[in-house]
């Protein structure tokens, strides 16, 4: 308010009330608010400028300068107004600690801080160019309790500036004065040196070239910084070279600390300042070898690579391998169905119709004979009806095969009654075993290989007798013996040139896995003996579960 004699002519103390109040030397006055915000009072209108802070904020000092500006002390840092921008320092920029009591001005211009913490400076320098970006960070040189300080509040403004020079600031308790023209500052750098390193918790001097062993998982490197004006404020910054991209700063702590470091060649440097702030840049430095493991080591990681690339091609290989199988197995699946319909047509369509050309050559050759010639047509008739029922049949399995069952004692009887009309040759078949249910395609071949050899037995043996055995035990066995006038051994084991009854009868057992042996002698016969495993040609039935048990069991 202006009082003017006992009369009250202006009142600005409107709410919000102050809790400071300050001359501005342009003009004005510079208000410091209970809520820790500032205000500025000026030809009857006042501007209040905001900050942000907490519930509870409050504002102990004001400082206005000749500018126009001012800084104010708070209990959320040091804040200040100028050229309509609005100033905010705290520990996010440089204070040591955001409590500040009281603030002064020293002769050379720099600013003093009495805060909670320490008693603090931040020089013209740098206060200029906080007020020019309020974001920047800031150095501060401080002095705290093992200088002597004693911080704490007061209910008043607690700095000031004596004439001499001299920064006062007081306390609730105690008056502290300094005098920062004759302060003095310690412009030795400490010495830093590298006392030990301890590596899962054995102690290792740090002396040369320090190689450390495999598998090192907990690094731990000691080292310190000789000052003897306050040790306790010695501030130190390490880095490991190889590991850290930038310096790390563990403030006074004396120690540094690893726990992920691979193999290699690291070299750690450790670097400290004094109490002042004076650094020394050269510090101390350790090289550190941490030795590989055997999987590890370049060698093997070599060797890894190339393992993996071997499996890959193997893997690659296979591939491309099996699908050639495959491609080849469809391609062999075709040729041997070919090869099975030809063998097919040669054991039914070619050979009843090679049969009826050789009855009706023979009919021709006798013309005049018209009881020869009406017999030939008959039997002509009667073999195109066979070629006509063997070429359904032939139709017929490629279709239904597979479900058919089929009785092989019972298709070589038929058999027999067939290959009768080729000769006459007294037939025996004899059955040991029980019949069992067999593989269709196994059934069609061992059935064609045995009906061949019925077939050439009275087509060509010239014998009286012909035996037909036909045995199931653990592998199916058909047994075929004549007393014919057997075979050339070439004819054996080669068979007849431009003809495919043997070579068809090999290549019918070898498709089942069956074994086909032929045995002849001029003069004293042939034998045929055909044996399939049981694995691939008998069904067997699927067992319970209760059935599989008693058979582990068994």
């Keep these: ?103 002064a001005f020293d002769a050379g211009g720099d600013l003093w801080l009495y805060m909670n913490c320490a008693l603090g400076v931040l020089t013209r320098a740098e206060l200029e160019a906080w007020k020019q970006n309020p974001g920047i960070s800031v150095t501060i040189r401080t002095l705290d309790a093992l200088d002597g300080v004693r911080p704490g509040p007061a209910a008043f403004v607690a700095a000031a500036r004596s004439p ?43 002396q040369g070239a320090l190689r450390l062993p495999p598998n090192t998982r907990d690094l731990q490197i000691d080292y310190v910084g000789l000052s003897f004006v306050a040790p306790q404020k010695v501030r130190f910054r390490y880095r490991l070279e190889g590991r850290d991209d930038a310096w790390q700063e563990p403030e006074t702590r004396r120690q540094a600390f690893y726990t992920d470091l691979r193999p290699g060649t690291y070299r750690f440097r450790v670097i400290a300042s004094n109490n002042d702030g004076v650094w020394n840049e050269q510090g101390a430095a350790l090289e550190i070898v941490i030795a590989p493991a055997w999987y590890q080591t370049r060698a093997f990681l070599v060797l890894i690579t190339v393992l993996s690339a071997l499996v890959l091609w193997a893997a690659y290989s296979w591939r491309v391998q099996r699908v050639a199988r495959e491609l080849n197995a469809r391609f062999d699946e075709r040729l041997a169905e070919r090869t099975r319909m030809a063998r097919d047509l040669h054991d039914t369509l070619l050979q009843t119709v090679g049969g009826s050309k050789m009855i009706a050559d023979n009919a021709m050759d006798r013309p005049d004979d018209a009881p020869t010639l009406l017999r030939a047509l008959q039997r002509v008739s009667e073999w195109l009806g066979q070629a006509s029922e063997e ?17 092989l004692a019972e298709a070589f009887q038929r058999a027999i009654e067939d290959c009768r009309r080729h000769g006459v040759i007294d037939a025996s078949l004899t059955v040991t075993g029980v019949a069992r249910e067999m593989h269709p395609l196994v059934r069609d071949e061992i059935y064609r290989i045995g009906y061949e050899a019925i077939r050439n037995a009275y087509a060509h043996s010239r014998g009286r007798r012909l035996e037909i055995e036909l045995s199931y035990g653990r592998d199916l066995t058909l047994r075929i013996v004549d007393d014919g006038i057997g ?58 579960l209760v059935q599989k048990i008693r058979s582990l069991i068994s």
């Design 1 to 103: 308010m202006r009082v003017e004699g006992l009369t009250v002519r202006e009142d600005v103390l409107e709410p919000p009330i102050p809790r400071r109040v300050a001359s501005d030397p342009t003009g004005g006055l510079w208000l410091g608010l209970l809520n820790g915000d500032l205000a500025h009072v000026r030809h009857g209108q006042t501007d209040v400028y905001s900050f942000e802070h907490s519930e509870g904020a409050w504002l102990d000092q004001l400082l206005p300068e000749a500018d126009g500006s001012v800084i104010a002390a708070t209990n959320y840092g040091l804040i200040g107004w100028r050229g309509g921008k609005k100033l905010t320092l705290t520990q996010k920029n440089g204070l040591p600690c955001e409590q500040v009591y009281a603030i």
């Design 164 to 206: 001499d020079g001299r920064l006062w600031f007081a306390n609730s308790q105690s008056l502290q004065v300094i005098d920062p023209e004759h302060l003095r500052r310690n412009t030795v750098p400490p010495p830093v040196h590298i006392e030990q390193v301890v590596a899962d918790r054995l102690v290792y001097p740090a």
């Design 391 to 407: 070429g359904r049949a032939a139709v017929k399995a490629l279709r239904a095969s597979t479900t058919e069952r089929n009785d």
């Design 487 to 544: 075979m050339e051994t070439t004819v054996a084991e080669h068979g007849k040139e431009g003809h495919f009854g043997l070579r068809g009868m090999r290549e019918r057992a070898s498709r089942v896995d069956g074994i086909l042996t032929l045995t002849s002698v001029p003069g004293r016969g042939t034998a045929v003996l055909v044996t399939a495993p049981g694995r691939t040609t008998f069904r067997r039935p699927s067992a319970s």
